[in-house]
């Protein structure tokens, strides 16, 4: 029993001589009996540091090329929005150069992003109509009511970048530029069908008769 009662004491003494001054103010580092990694080794973000393990010893690395800082502000031009800055009109026309470049870059795009529903014309015959999206699909040929033909550019980059009806969008996965890109080789597709035999230069139109 004595030896309970000393033990008891001690334990209380200890339990009191630890935990019992939390909160207190000190200048002495506190007893931590478990640190719980709150101190570790570490490099402070966005500081010079003696970090050997980088060549230039940053404590961070820098943004990658092309990064588009959260800060900075959405610009209402008709690049970003297909429409005419402060309106809610389309753009009539691409705001990028239609060049050979643009439309490779298109055609390559397109034959990624779309062309699994739209098909590699564009006619809506896609592969994933095969897959119970029949008759869903848009035909971007549009040959009954021409709809899609006429509308202008900035409408076609308004239903990549935002969908339309049963369609999705495509801003998250799909850069700026690379939607206007898909829109001029849009544009190509549809002309591929419309142009008439006047248009094809003289020489050319024997082996088109073929
Ligand atoms: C997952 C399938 C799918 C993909 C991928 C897809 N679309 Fe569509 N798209 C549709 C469907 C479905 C419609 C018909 C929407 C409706 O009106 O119900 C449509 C409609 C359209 C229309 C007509 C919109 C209108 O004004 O009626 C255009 C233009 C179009 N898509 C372009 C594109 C382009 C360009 C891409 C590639 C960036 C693309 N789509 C990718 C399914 C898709």
Same mark, same amino acid.
């Given at each position: 029993?004595?030896?309970?009662?000393?033990?008891?004491?001690?334990?209380?003494?200890?339990?009191?001589?630890?935990?019992?001054?939390?909160? &207190?103010?000190?200048?002495?580092?506190?007893?931590?009996?478990?640190?719980?990694?709150?101190?570790?080794?570490?490099?402070?973000? $966005?500081?010079?540091?003696?970090?050997?393990?980088?060549?230039?010893?940053?404590?961070?690395?820098?943004?990658?090329?092309?990064?588009?800082?959260?800060?900075?502000?959405?610009?209402?031009?008709?690049?970003?929005?297909?429409?005419?800055?402060? &309106?809610?009109?389309?753009?009539?026309?691409?705001?990028?150069?239609?060049?050979?470049?643009?439309?490779?870059?298109?055609?390559?795009?397109?034959?990624?992003?779309?062309?699994?529903?739209?098909?590699?014309?564009?006619?809506?015959?896609?592969?994933?109509? $095969?897959?119970?999206?029949?008759?869903?699909?848009?035909?971007?040929?549009?040959?009954?009511?021409?709809?899609?033909?006429? $509308?202008?550019?900035?409408?076609?980059?308004?239903?990549?970048?935002?969908?339309?009806?049963?369609?999705?969008?495509?801003?998250?996965?799909?850069?700026?530029?690379?939607?206007?890109?898909?829109?001029?080789?849009?544009?190509?597709? $549809?002309?591929?069908?419309?142009?008439?035999?006047?248009?094809?230069?003289?020489?050319?139109?024997?082996?088109?008769?073929?």
């Amino acid at each position: 029993m004595r030896y309970f009662l000393l033990i008891f004491v001690l334990a209380i003494a200890t339990v009191l001589g630890t935990a019992g001054y939390r909160g &207190t103010l000190t200048r002495k580092s506190p007893l931590e009996l478990f640190p719980d990694m709150k101190r570790q080794a570490k490099l402070r973000p $966005q500081s010079e540091t003696h970090n050997l393990f980088w060549e230039d010893n940053r404590g961070s690395r820098l943004p990658i090329s092309g990064t588009v800082s959260r800060n900075s502000p959405y610009e209402d031009t008709p690049l970003n929005t297909g429409r005419i800055t402060g &309106t809610t009109n389309f753009v009539e026309l691409n705001p990028l150069p239609v060049t050979r470049e643009l439309l490779e870059r298109g055609r390559e795009r397109f034959q990624i992003s779309c062309s699994p529903c739209h098909g590699a014309q564009g006619d809506g015959k896609g592969i994933t109509t $095969q897959y119970g999206m029949a008759g869903v699909v848009a035909d971007l040929h549009d040959a009954k009511t021409k709809k899609i033909v006429q $509308q202008p550019d900035g409408e076609i980059f308004n239903t990549i970048s935002n969908g339309k009806n049963t369609m999705g969008a495509y801003a998250p996965n799909i850069a700026i530029e690379d939607r206007w890109a898909i829109v001029a080789y849009v544009r190509a597709l $549809q002309l591929s069908r419309l142009a008439n035999v006047d248009e094809i230069p003289a020489d050319k139109r024997a082996a088109l008769k073929k």
